[in-house]
């Protein structure tokens, strides 16, 4: 099948989901087109089979706001007609699905009938796409779409509860390639660098958004390390940041949190993670639990969104309460004080993560593509 991708190309899980979706689906034969306003960051080599199309919007002092969905639209028609395209997979209702049937109507004029299927990853449904001044544009794109997937049962049921929503969804769970140099990473561990071998290392993974609830995340470490000797690592960048940087501070923490930034190696810092935390207000999913979990690493998590579709309570590791930062930090507590206990719950993390592997999850797309295409 020759397919378009449009995905958000940035650091976050929709992005990541998308872009290994495309590489592994090139990988079995099919001819993958990213259209986007930038390479996606996990998009490293490009091939026969992979495509890369950038979205340019011509900046003009008449437009107060520079209009991306127009022109994205505008590319979609133009690469489907010249690669003949045969499906869009657009990640997230807004704007993708939206200008991703802008097009669809644009070829339909031009008599090139092509199918559009939308996977919904949270945002774009419990955060930014129920506020009124979208709420109409999300749920004319869903039902306008062709097929409609979801990453977790949980945010299928919000879609339904929030929107009024005609159109099927099937749930796809996110999912993770297992065996991505594994053994090269495992071999190459820098445990001994990040901290000291009595130190147990926790680790959290975001975009540092308010939903992360970054405060919880150093006030829970806070508690952990007053009881067991131990150095958090914080990866990512976004807008909590520098706030989170001032707690440390305050609580005296500075030596024993770590912040990264943004990385692309986050399988080289979770080799050597003990345990990963994500107190999450919501999430749909939780991609960086599963990536965590895949590396044999336990979660401590918030119980909010999709997290109890990924994290097995007693098993993977811990929810709790949105906010129950005593809670997060008792059962961190318990995971990581016995040795023998920790390599338990790294084993556990490890047997559920391979329910959610690539090639269990792929077919499952491929199916969905048929069956779009001989909808048409
Ligand atoms: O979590 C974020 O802030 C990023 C966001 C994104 O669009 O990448 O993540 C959403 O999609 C991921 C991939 O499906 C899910 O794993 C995340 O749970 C979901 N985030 C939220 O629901 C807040």
Redesign the pocket.
């Known amino acids: 099948m020759k397919i378009a991708i449009v995905c ?1 190309p940035t650091f ?4 990541v ?1 998308a872009t290994e979706l495309g590489l592994e689906l090139a990988r079995k034969g099919h001819e993958i087109h990213f259209i986007t306003y930038s390479q996606p960051v996990r998009l490293a080599l490009l091939n026969t089979n992979v495509h890369y199309h950038e979205v340019n919007v011509p900046e003009y002092p008449l437009f107060h706001y520079q209009p991306y969905e127009l022109a994205l639209s505008s590319k979609l028609v133009d690469m489907v007609k010249l690669y003949g395209i045969e499906l869009l997979h657009v990640h ?1 209702a807004i704007p993708h699905a939206y200008a991703g049937y802008m097009a669809k109507k644009m070829l339909e004029d031009e008599g090139i009938k092509i199918p559009m299927v939308t996977t919904l ?3 774009d449904i ?2 930014v796409g129920n506020h009124p001044f979208y709420k109409p544009a999300v749920s004319f794109s869903i039902n306008k779409s062709d097929m409609v997937t979801s ?1 977790s049962q949980s945010l299928k049921d919000d879609t339904y509860k929030l929107f009024n929503i005609k159109k099927e969804i099937t749930v796809i769970p ?1 999912f993770i390639d297992l065996d991505k140099n594994k053994v090269e990473i495992m071999n190459s561990c820098q445990r001994s660098v990040m901290a000291l071998p009595n130190e147990r290392i926790i680790t959290h993974i ?2 540092f ?1 308010k ?1 992360k609830r970054i405060p919880d995340i150093i006030k829970i470490f806070n508690k952990i390390q007053k009881k067991i000797p131990a150095k958090l690592m914080m990866v990512g960048d976004g807008p909590e940041k520098a706030k989170a940087e001032l707690l440390c501070e305050k609580l005296g923490l500075t030596d024993k949190v770590i912040f990264f930034g943004n990385s692309n190696e986050i399988d080289k810092i979770l080799c050597y993670s003990d345990l990963f935390l994500l107190p ?1 207000e ?6 960086a639990a599963l990536e965590a979990m895949a590396c044999s690493v336990p979660v401590i998590s918030s119980n909010s ?2 997290l109890p579709e990924v994290n097995i309570e007693g098993f993977s590791g811990y929810l709790s309460d949105v906010g129950d930062i005593d809670d997060m930090a008792q059962n961190a507590i318990k995971i990581l004080s016995d040795d023998a206990i920790l390599s338990e719950f790294k084993l556990n993390a490890r047997k559920v993560a391979k329910e959610f592997d690539i090639l269990n999850i792929l077919p499952q797309y491929e199916a969905l593509y048929e069956k779009a295409l001989n909808s048409m």
């Open positions: 958000y976050g899980g929709s992005g989901v997230y990853h949270g945002t419990t955060l990453v996110n975001s975009n958004r939903v999450s919501t999430e749909s999913f939780g991609l969104g999709g």
